[in-house]
């Protein structure tokens, strides 16, 4: 779904563990790291569209992870002119998107890369809760910068001192759910 601005509207997920630690996935046949997302459907809910995306790209369904929060506002990214498709219409210059944070209830042994005809992963591992900043494609290194600020305080409980060497300030708080 292609906003009137040009921008596919899209859901992220960041999954935790105990250690705070979150799951980080490797592009099909690719050595590019992020984390899952995908886009929202006509007539489908942010809901639907992240619990269809976590079962279709990790193979989790709503009854293994728990719902701790999510970003209050669309964060946007532009794709690099090379990747822009011209001749698809309406033409997608980048994406937006809501991010929800979840915590993994089940055991890591759930987790499943393969489980939908179309494979997006290859390769998972659980990093430290900023690492993804460093491993994304640049283009997207700001959104995740935001979206990990504006949910650490959610995951780290608003510890005083939340671990961080970013150096852009928070723009805006997550919403706990």
Excluded at 16 to 40: C, H, M, S, V, Y
Excluded at 95 to 118: G, P, R
Excluded at 124 to 152: C, G, H, N, Q, T
Aim: proline share 5%; hydrophobic share 35%.
């Amino acid at each position: 779904m292609i906003d009137s601005d040009g921008y596919r509207a899209n859901v992220g997920i960041v999954i935790t563990n105990e250690k705070k630690q979150i799951l980080l996935a490797k592009r099909f046949k690719q050595d590019a790291w992020q984390l899952p997302q995908g886009g929202i459907d006509q007539d489908e809910t942010e809901l639907e569209a992240l619990y269809r995306e976590l079962e279709e790209e990790v193979g989790l369904d709503p009854t293994q992870v728990t719902l701790l929060a999510k970003t209050p506002k669309w964060l946007r990214y532009d794709l690099p002119l090379e990747h822009i498709r011209r001749r698809q219409k309406p033409t997608c210059i980048g994406q937006k998107q809501v991010w929800f944070l979840l915590k993994l209830d089940s055991s890591d042994n759930d987790i499943s890369l393969d489980s939908h005809h179309k494979v997006e992963f290859d390769d998972w591992k659980w990093v430290d809760y900023w690492r993804p900043v460093d491993e994304v494609i640049d283009f997207k290194r700001d959104v995740y910068e935001d979206m990990l600020k504006a949910l650490a305080p959610i995951l780290f409980e608003n510890e005083h001192n939340i671990p961080t060497k970013l150096s852009r300030p928070f723009q805006f708080s997550a919403i706990k759910l």
